[in-house]
């Protein structure tokens, strides 16, 4: 029977049917937990009766919590839940990492955010801790993402994992929320290191010619390296991104005689894979067809090895200068 009584209560709260709430509780005989009610109240944003509820639990010394309350309100998008909740003194900083303004942001509810934002919540908080802003970036949240960097969230804050939202933006190809995150800046006034690995990241992403120019228009260091030392042209190539990706990086600029660790070059690279017209690219842009890796072969020999006779004999030749 407490089964059913609580299940009616429930239902009558998830409909938003104070008065059968009312009834129900009026009986003198008290469910053993009525947090569940009170919860599908909050969810579907049945303000009165999460008003009504909230107050008789008080008054019936029941356990109680606002702030659990407006984080479930933060989840579900209900937003005259979470204003009455934040009126009547819910902490809109929560009381943990994962603040009602970064639930907010991770389900991409912008209304919520805007008012959790009214609130005073804070976008910008201390170094290497997760925001709302990376997990708005990394939902591809744009609409958000826009409202948190107005409010001065840290567009280069680092999470525990050292990413950035820039970076996980581009991670998750999110071309929209990117464009946000770039536009932040002034292209001449962005910090050192603003976008770490960023294009490497891109170069190793199944193709996508937006982020990839909107990172390059932003003056991205094409020079940065991640990993094994590896650079984005290097990577790109090992990934078999398109031409027009290499093209794009050697227009900026990128370092054609770079070398990773393992004293591996992007001509080495093309060579294995087999990319004549990568190597051509390459060697225009003044490759050196002579380096030899840490094992002591050539761009040459590493393309014979790998089957690829015509282009090792391409190579060979511009080696001996036949």
């Known amino acids: ?43 579907n944003d049945h ?29 579900h ?19 943990g990492s994962n603040t009602p303004l970064i639930t907010a942001a991770v389900k991409g509810h912008l209304a919520c955010v805007s008012l959790l934002l009214a609130a005073k919540a804070r976008a910008h908080v201390p170094a290497e801790q997760t925001t709302a802003l990376h997990c708005a970036a990394v939902h591809g949240h744009t609409d958000v993402v826009e409202c948190l960097v107005r409010a001065k969230a840290g567009v280069h804050s680092r999470d525990l994992s050292g990413k950035t939202p820039v970076s996980l933006a581009v991670k998750n190809r999110h071309e929209p929320a990117l464009k946000v995150l770039l536009d932040a800046h002034p292209v001449d006034d962005l910090p050192v290191g603003w976008c770490r690995g960023a294009l490497v990241a ?44 290499v093209k794009l990086l050697l227009r900026a600029k990128a370092n054609v005689l770079f070398a990773d660790e393992g004293a591996v070059t992007a001509l080495h690279k093309a060579a294995q894979h087999g990319r004549r017209r990568t190597v051509e690219l ?40 036949v």
């Not at 709260?13 to 009026?26: E, F, I, K, P, S």
């Not at 999460?50 to 309100?73: G, P």
């Not at 790998?306 to 090792?312: D, F, I, M, P, T």
């Open 1 to 43: 029977m407490a089964d059913t009584a609580v299940q009616r209560l429930r239902d009558a709260a998830q409909r938003g049917d104070v008065v059968r709430v009312q009834l129900l509780l009026a009986t003198g005989w008290l469910p053993y937990d009525t947090s569940v009610a009170l919860k599908a109240a909050v969810r």
């Open 47 to 75: 303000v009165t009766t999460v008003a009504w509820f909230r107050e008789w639990r008080l008054q019936h010394s029941a356990t109680h919590s606002d702030d659990m309350y407006l984080d479930i309100a933060m989840r």
């Open 77 to 95: 998008g209900s937003l005259h839940a979470a204003a009455f909740l934040i009126s009547v003194k819910a902490h809109v900083e929560g009381d």
């Open 202 to 245: 891109a170069s190793r992403l199944p193709w996508h010619p937006g982020v990839f120019r909107l990172l390059l228009d932003a003056r991205a260091d094409v020079h940065d390296t991640v990993y094994w030392g590896e650079a984005a042209l290097s990577v790109a190539i090992e990934q078999g991104c398109p031409e027009i990706a």
């Open 282 to 321: 390459l060697v225009r842009a003044k490759a050196d067809v002579h380096a030899v890796n840490a094992c002591g072969n050539t761009a040459a020999t590493i393309a014979r090895w790998n089957k690829h006779v015509e282009l090792a004999e391409f190579l060979q030749a511009i080696i001996t200068g």
